[in-house]
């Protein structure tokens, strides 16, 4: 019988142990960052899944929330495709595409940022790392931008 009660308690130690690292490589993973290299040429490191992404020009955005993205920010603009105004319009705005609001960006706790190789949202990558937050450059000018923009 104590053999009996002995081999239950290790086997209930060992699941627990199993399932105790499970949990922390899940962690892990979540927490992980893939290296991707922007429009700029910059290597920047996003996380794997981010779960926060504000948007800085409507194209990426449009991108994004074609597939099935939820943004916790957007640019301001009226040149949204009707397909996607209604899911898109409880985003709060972080100001117009060449005059981005950080003070907005950053309330927002963005784990990720998305813009366009313009000279107003390359500016914002030193203060944006500051803060560890990955800012993602990217021109979108052909489909085939448009494939490596999903893809990323």
Same mark, same amino acid.
């Given at each position: 019988?104590?053999?009996? !009660?002995?081999?239950?308690?290790?086997? !209930?130690?060992?699941?627990?142990?199993?399932?105790?690292?499970?949990?922390?490589?899940?962690?892990l993973?979540?927490?992980?960052? /893939?290296?991707?290299?922007? +429009?700029t040429g910059?290597?920047?490191h996003?996380?794997?899944?981010?779960?926060?992404?504000?948007?800085?020009?409507? $194209?990426?955005?449009?991108i994004f929330? $074609?597939?099935g993205?939820?943004? /916790?920010?957007?640019?301001?603009s009226?040149?949204?495709?009707?397909?996607i105004?209604? +899911? !898109?319009?409880? !985003?709060?705005? /972080?100001g117009?595409i060449?005059?981005?609001?950080?003070?907005?960006?950053? $309330?927002?706790?963005?784990?990720?940022?998305?813009?366009?190789?313009?000279?107003?949202? /390359?500016?914002l990558?030193?203060?944006?790392?500051?803060?560890?937050?990955p800012l993602?450059?990217?021109?979108?000018?052909?489909?085939?931008?448009?494939?490596?923009?999903?893809?990323?």
């Amino acid at each position: 019988m104590k053999k009996y !009660i002995l081999l239950v308690f290790v086997v !209930i130690i060992a699941l627990a142990g199993y399932f105790l690292l499970a949990r922390g490589q899940h962690k892990l993973a979540a927490n992980a960052a /893939v290296s991707v290299t922007d +429009s700029t040429g910059a290597k920047v490191h996003i996380p794997a899944e981010p779960k926060r992404i504000v948007f800085l020009n409507a $194209s990426n955005l449009e991108i994004f929330a $074609s597939i099935g993205g939820k943004a /916790v920010g957007r640019p301001t603009s009226t040149s949204y495709p009707d397909d996607i105004k209604e +899911s !898109i319009k409880d !985003i709060p705005e /972080v100001g117009m595409i060449h005059a981005p609001n950080l003070e907005k960006i950053m $309330s927002l706790k963005p784990d990720l940022v998305v813009g366009t190789n313009v000279p107003f949202h /390359v500016m914002l990558r030193k203060p944006l790392e500051m803060a560890g937050v990955p800012l993602y450059l990217n021109m979108i000018n052909s489909y085939e931008d448009v494939l490596k923009s999903i893809d990323d």
